[in-house]
């Protein structure tokens, strides 16, 4: 899948160097065409670093149009994205400008187009861009979509409309209509509590034990979630991922913290899902200085004590809420989720084989079983975007 990034004038570039980073992550081939606004806050060399390929920045270049001239960039992408997309370049896409490169390519191509803008609140909510955005739409109607903005605070201090979407969203949106993913509302007026990611039990000061858990396929769920129209909790371990728009997040540590965060705010919940890869043990003794090598002993012990199960002390509660685990398994898969299912009191669970690197831990595509007492549905290896929706939609029939 071929993508132009289109990066115009506006603080917001600096954002565009992880776009560009995540989407050439994907798996897709990324050419990046700047406008001159665009190279006065970031440069063509952090995007030709990130993607591999030269950087297009002007249209009449005896040079470029000898390699890949507009024609060319127009006919090569699948795919367009213009992050940020400032008011100037919402106006000249509008009136059919091509005194930019980047905007001679959109003339020129029949690929589909994202919009991601990002301007100061007062801009957005100028009735001569809204009038442009909305001529936009019309004109190109099924191939054109905007992303965004959001609402938060902005570069220049202001609170309002005009950020632009997070990297991770715009790479989640797009691939979402690469797959299409149908988005229904069927989790409006529900609240959904969802554990992620590995949790962290101190040896010492300086040292902890810990998992291979991403957090990625917990995230996804949270994402999908809100965007199904549900209230979201997320509880999260420690990862490296940025805290999804528009839901509430509690970072925790340590199992005993994400146990007691999850019961503190669990009231009213509708949907549990333990999606969070728990220490099945912690030290019994975390001691108060870090730990020195002791000369001649060769060997060390610890004393680990058994964790609280989270997803079973919910699932446990008087009024408990929907329950749904996950059985990450290297061996009887099916088998061991089922045991899983009954052990923990549970509606749901989701088994994966966790021995195959192409999927679960840390990769970006999961395979999965899904389980109830009834029931066994099994999905094909995805993104694991797309199997939050669909775990979230298969859970939504038994609801
Ligand atoms: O028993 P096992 O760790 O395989 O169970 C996995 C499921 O239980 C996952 O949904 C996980 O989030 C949850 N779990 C938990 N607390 C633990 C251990 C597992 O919530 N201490």
Wanted: a neutral charge; glycine letters at 6%.
């Amino acid at each position: 899948m071929n993508i132009i990034l289109g990066i115009t004038g506006g603080i917001a570039a600096y954002k565009t160097a992880s776009l560009a980073r995540l989407l050439v992550k994907q798996g897709y081939s990324v050419r990046v065409v700047m406008t001159a606004g665009a190279c006065e806050f970031i440069t063509p060399l952090t995007f030709q670093a990130l993607t591999g390929n030269a950087v297009h920045t002007t249209l009449l270049d005896e040079q470029a149009e000898k390699g890949m001239g507009h024609i060319e960039l127009a006919k090569w992408a699948d795919k367009i994205i213009v992050a940020p997309a400032s008011a100037n370049s919402i106006a000249s896409m509008c009136s059919g400008s091509a005194n930019e490169l980047l905007y001679a390519v959109i003339l020129a191509s029949k690929a589909k187009l994202f919009i991601a803008p990002a301007m100061n609140e007062v801009m957005w909510a100028n009735p001569v861009v809204q009038k442009n955005i909305q001529e936009l739409k019309k004109m190109y109607v099924d191939k054109i979509q905007f992303i965004g903005p959001d609402a938060g605070e902005q570069a220049c201090g202001d609170v309002g409309y005009g950020r632009m979407s997070e990297p991770e969203y715009i790479v989640e949106f797009v691939s979402r209509l690469n797959e299409q993913i149908t988005v229904e509302q069927i989790l409006v007026g529900k609240k959904v509590m969802i554990t992620a990611g590995p949790t962290q039990e101190l040896i010492d000061p300086v040292r902890y034990i810990t998992n291979k858990s991403s957090g990625k396929m917990g995230y996804a769920l949270a994402i999908a979630a809100q965007k199904m129209g549900a209230q979201v909790i997320l509880v999260s371990g420690p990862v490296n991922l940025k805290c999804p728009e528009n839901i509430a997040i509690i970072n925790v540590q340590s199992a005993k913290q994400m146990l007691q965060q999850a019961l503190a705010n669990i009231n009213d919940c509708d949907i549990f899902i333990g999606c969070a890869a728990v220490a099945d043990y912690a030290c019994s003794q975390v001691s108060e200085h870090k730990l020195k090598k002791i000369d001649g002993q060769s060997t060390m012990t610890l004393e680990l004590i058994k964790n609280p199960d989270i997803l079973a002390s919910i699932a446990q509660l008087p009024n408990k809420p929907f329950c749904v685990g996950f059985a990450a398994e290297t061996q009887n898969v099916e088998q061991n989720a089922k045991i899983k299912l009954e052990q923990k009191n549970l509606d749901w669970i989701v088994a994966n084989d966790v021995s195959k690197s192409e999927i679960g831990f840390n990769s970006d595509d999961n395979q999965v079983t899904l389980i109830s007492k009834e029931k066994t549905l099994q999905f094909k290896k995805m993104s694991k975007q797309k199997l939050a929706y669909s775990i979230l939609n298969a859970v939504c029939t038994d609801f």
